[in-house]
């Protein structure tokens, strides 16, 4: 799915969202089983929040096979695909896009731990070799 076709998604439909990665084709019950028991909502609210996120099409439901009550959630949106478009909206917006002063900010304010920094150091250095292949490939 194109990054500007994910819909915007509420912390609450994020909840349900995070449901249905861990379950695919979830039946309501337990989707609300699982949120009452995690959040505290009611069945309502979890039903209103299943139902938005289809109508956003961030969510489907069909029925169970053979049944004609259960209703089978799951998600259209991957939540890779979510993470990349909530992480590309982000540094657009606090960065001009620019990921270097976002990683400034975290080094300078001692967010990242020294395990942390070695894993992004490996990071880039599989992308680096990556990008060597890609060149020495044209």
């Not at 076709?5 to 019950?29: F, G, H, K, Y």
């Not at 069909?62 to 799951?74: D, M, N, P």
Request: aromatic content about 6%; charged content about 30%; hydrophobic content about 35%.
């Amino acid at each position: 799915m194109n990054l500007n076709q994910i819909p915007p998604i509420t912390d609450a439909e994020l909840e349900i969202m995070r449901v249905l990665w861990a379950n695919p084709n979830c039946p309501s019950s337990e989707v609300v089983k699982q949120l009452t028991e995690r959040m505290g909502w009611s069945p309502n609210t979890t039903r209103t929040l299943l139902n938005r996120l289809v109508q956003k099409k961030a969510a489907g439901a069909k029925l169970e096979e053979g049944s004609k009550r259960t209703q089978l959630f799951f998600s259209i949106i991957s939540e890779q695909e979510y993470l990349r478009s909530e992480t590309t909206s982000f540094m657009k917006k606090l960065y001009g896009g620019a990921l270097k002063p976002m990683l400034a900010h975290f080094l300078e304010d001692k967010t990242l731990n020294p395990q942390e920094i070695e894993d992004l150091k490996a990071l880039f250095d599989e992308n680096r070799g990556d990008e060597r292949e890609m060149r020495d490939c044209k």
